[in-house]
T-cell receptor
Framework: GAGVSQSPSNKVTEKGKDVELRCDPI?????LYWYRQSLGQGLEFLIY????????KSGLPSDRFSAERTGGSVSTLTIQRTQQEDSAVYLC???????????FGPGTRLTVL | RKEVEQDPGPFNVPEGATVAFNCTYS??????FFWYRQDCRKEPKLLMS???SGNEDGRFTAQLNRASQYISLLIRDSKLSDSATYLC????????????FGTGTRLLVSP
């Protein structure tokens, strides 16, 4: 069966541009998570979705970051007016409700020039 | 102080060696604990959950000491394929998983 997929795999953008990152979770997984991993840093929690709602957005670093999920499936993470410090790998994970294991996608490597 | 602390390594060991990694966490209210494995430029994958009673999965043994807020992972008879970064992970939430990741310990197993 298909795992978590993310697109694009790589994105290079100029400072100040907006970017949109996409995550397709495993079918049937109601929980979806976004993380980012910067060089030499641990994974940083950004936001959690249960179905289409986001009970915890506490990890979003600024109001330039937003995310939505539609149909209880695909999620998009949008970064507006990108800055160089936004450069990182953005990872999406999904899980069955109440289950411990999170399954990660391959990530989107974002480079802001 | 970081919420989850690990020695970054690298730990360089020969094949067949036994190696142990340690991790400490700061939030005493943490609910559950895991070790994830991350290969270079790949996504993390769950290696094993960690229980207070200790648990074993083949060559891997994980232990949790809640009083000391300390988690360990022991790998016996290391294989070349064990070379990876091992992430100590703590779930701080109830009802859903709010995972806090350590920065990882890098293991290099050589022939």
């Amino acid at each position: 069966g298909a795992g978590v997929s993310q697109s694009p795999s790589n994105k290079v953008t100029e400072k100040g541009k907006d970017v949109e990152l996409r995550c397709d979770p495993i079918s049937g997984h109601t929980a979806l998570y976004w993380y980012r991993q910067s060089l030499g840093q641990g994974l940083e929690f950004l936001i959690y979705f249960q179905g289409n709602s986001a009970p915890d957005k506490s990890g979003l670093p600024s109001d330039r970051f937003s995310a939505e999920r539609t149909g209880g499936s695909v999620s998009t993470l949008t970064i507006q007016r990108t800055q160089q410090e936004d450069s990182a790998v953005y990872l999406c994970a999904s899980s069955l409700l109440g289950k411990n294991e999170q399954f990660f996608g391959p990530g989107t490597r974002l480079t802001v020039l | 102080r970081k919420e989850v602390e690990q020695d970054p390594g690298p730990f360089n060991v020969p094949e067949g060696a036994t190696v142990a990694f340690n991790c400490t966490y700061s939030n005493s209210a943490s609910q559950s604990f895991f070790w994830y494995r991350q290969d270079c430029r790949k996504e993390p994958k769950l290696l094993m959950s960690v229980y207070s009673s200790g648990n074993e999965d083949g060559r891997f043994t994980a232990q949790l000491n809640r009083a000391s807020q300390y988690i360990s992972l022991l790998i016996r008879d290391s294989k070349l394929s064990d070379s990876a970064t091992y992430l100590c992970v703590v779930n701080q939430a109830t009802g859903f998983q709010k995972l806090v990741f350590g920065t990882g310990t890098r293991l290099l197993v050589s022939p």
